[in-house]
């Protein structure tokens, strides 16, 4: 099984304009909502993708989504599609 890098969709609870500027949101396109924030990384392999992930737990930011997205669209993978 090959795991390549891929980007992803991240969402979180809360507005988090007070820390899209940590340097572990540096490459990130952010996405403030009413009640959530959505994070669109570059491509992460799965150790980049963890990392981020610990770095948004060590922020006490709740984790409400995490899809990944195929490397030429913004729309989250068919996972029937993609086995």
Known sequence: MTI???PY???VAGQL??????PALAQCACQVL???TRIH??????????G???????????L???NPLSATSTQPVNR???P
């Open 17 to 22: 304009n007070a820390v899209l500027h940590r």
């Open 9 to 11: 969709c991240i969402e």
């Open 64 to 66: 409400l989504s995490l």
């Open 41 to 50: 990384t570059p491509e992460l392999d799965q150790a980049a993708l963890f």
């Open 4 to 6: 390549t890098a891929r």
């Open 80 to 82: 029937e599609d993609n």
């Open 34 to 36: 009413a009640d959530t």
């Open 52 to 62: 981020l992930l610990r770095q948004l737990r060590d922020l006490g930011l709740t």
